[in-house]
């Protein structure tokens, strides 16, 4: 069986770990930088998904992850460089991705066939190389709607795209980063009958929020009923979404623990504060086991975001961080 069939497809929990397992130790032979890793730690016989090593998310921006059975990577994703340095994930198969993102797209939000779509992404879209928007203008493009587009700063005429998207009983899906969907409020735009999805970040445009407090800046002043949140990052392939009670939820093939702050290769239970770690199966010819730089609370299959790590949260992390 290949890995698609394999990754795709509801899993029970006892399913998902021996399949989490399973893609641990094909990585293990054919990642490098991940393989060096887990022997560093000394963690290359787990018996359970808590045990198995999460590669820290900082190491995308200096080596190559990739499996060493492809002799060439499809694509580079890169990170918006708003800390500084981007982050580079070298994709080995962009359909896999494409299944990823299209299939969780259509079981949160709809069908994109049935939809216009407009891309709100200004900064993404002039730096280049985001998986954000290969996957917004995927979707773009399988609305097969002329009116379905990227705006960059002519916000203005947006308004005329929302009654054509009524006209034609299209549904309208707005997908912005924070402070574009922002820079709508003073346009006076009424999206009562759209679905919004912000994907977080203000980019250094805008003092930032939280997302309680943008949520509501936003349902309130462009008339929002359908306001989801988008988690997502380059180096996963894989998305998660939320909707008012802010708690994330991802496909069956992407997981999320939270990790100790102060022992970050221990697992803690739910309801508790710690670092985001993500099980990505997607990401096999990849590495599938991040640890973020968020911090966060799980609750069931769900989870909510907390913030960015402090270098204050990381005291005693050393092992972490080398």
Same mark, same amino acid.
């Given at each position: 069986?290949?890995?698609?069939?394999?990754?795709?497809?509801?899993?029970?929990?006892?399913?998902?770990?021996?399949?989490?397992?399973?893609?641990?130790?094909?990585?293990?032979?054919?990642?490098?930088?991940?393989?060096?890793?887990?022997?560093?730690?000394?963690?290359?016989?787990?018996?359970?998904?808590?045990?198995?090593?999460?590669?820290?998310?900082?190491?995308?921006? !200096?080596?190559?992850?990739? @499996?060493?059975?492809?002799?060439?990577? #499809?694509? +580079?994703? %890169? &990170?918006?460089?708003?800390?500084?340095?981007?982050?580079?994930?070298?994709?080995?198969?962009?359909?896999?991705?494409?299944?990823?993102?299209?299939?969780?797209?259509?079981?949160?939000?709809?069908?994109?066939?049935?939809?216009?779509?407009?891309?709100?992404?200004?900064?993404?879209?002039?730096?280049?190389?985001?998986?954000?928007?290969?996957?917004?203008?995927?979707?773009?493009?399988?609305?097969?709607?002329?009116? !379905?587009?990227?705006?960059? @700063?002519?916000?203005?005429?947006?308004? #005329?795209? +929302?009654? %054509? &998207?009524?006209?034609?009983?299209?549904?309208?899906?707005?997908?912005?980063?924070?402070?574009?969907?922002?820079?709508?409020?003073?346009?006076?735009?009424?999206?009562?009958?759209?679905?919004?999805?912000?994907?977080?970040?203000?980019?250094?445009?805008?003092?930032?929020?939280?997302?309680?407090?943008?949520?509501?800046?936003?349902?309130?002043?462009?008339?929002?009923?359908?306001?989801?949140?988008?988690?997502?990052?380059?180096?996963?392939?894989?998305?998660?979404?939320?909707?008012?009670?802010?708690?994330?939820?991802?496909?069956?093939?992407?997981?999320?623990?939270?990790?100790?702050?102060?022992?970050?290769?221990?697992?803690?239970?739910?309801?508790?504060?710690?670092?985001?770690?993500?099980?990505?199966?997607?990401?096999?010819?990849?590495?599938?086991?991040?640890?973020?730089?968020?911090?966060?609370?799980?609750?069931?299959?769900?989870?909510?975001?907390?913030?960015?790590?402090?270098?204050?949260?990381?005291?005693?992390?050393?092992?972490?961080?080398?």
């Amino acid at each position: 069986m290949e890995w698609r069939d394999k990754i795709f497809k509801n899993h029970s929990i006892q399913e998902f770990e021996d399949l989490a397992l399973e893609v641990f130790r094909y990585q293990l032979t054919h990642c490098e930088v991940y393989s060096d890793y887990a022997n560093a730690l000394g963690k290359i016989n787990p018996s359970n998904l808590s045990e198995i090593p999460f590669l820290p998310i900082s190491f995308y921006k !200096s080596r190559k992850i990739i @499996s060493n059975t492809f002799i060439e990577h #499809e694509c +580079v994703f %890169k &990170s918006s460089g708003t800390q500084g340095e981007r982050s580079s994930h070298y994709v080995a198969d962009t359909d896999i991705y494409k299944h990823s993102f299209d299939s969780t797209y259509r079981s949160f939000i709809g069908n994109p066939e049935d939809q216009t779509i407009i891309g709100l992404l200004p900064n993404y879209v002039e730096q280049g190389d985001s998986s954000l928007v290969y996957m917004v203008n995927s979707l773009i493009e399988n609305s097969n709607n002329n009116e !379905s587009q990227f705006f960059l @700063s002519e916000l203005d005429q947006l308004q #005329e795209v +929302v009654s %054509k &998207s009524q006209n034609m009983g299209k549904q309208l899906v707005v997908i912005g980063v924070a402070y574009s969907l922002l820079d709508l409020c003073a346009l006076g735009i009424n999206l009562s009958n759209a679905i919004v999805i912000e994907t977080g970040g203000m980019k250094g445009r805008r003092k930032e929020m939280s997302k309680e407090e943008l949520h509501s800046k936003l349902i309130k002043e462009l008339n929002i009923n359908r306001l989801y949140s988008e988690y997502g990052m380059t180096e996963l392939l894989s998305q998660a979404y939320c909707t008012k009670d802010l708690q994330f939820q991802g496909p069956p093939w992407m997981r999320v623990l939270i990790r100790d702050l102060y022992d970050p290769l221990s697992i803690i239970g739910d309801e508790k504060r710690g670092g985001i770690n993500i099980v990505d199966l997607a990401n096999v010819f990849g590495c599938s086991f991040i640890a973020t730089e968020d911090t966060g609370i799980k609750y069931g299959d769900k989870f909510q975001l907390m913030g960015r790590i402090e270098k204050s949260d990381l005291r005693g992390c050393n092992l972490l961080v080398e």
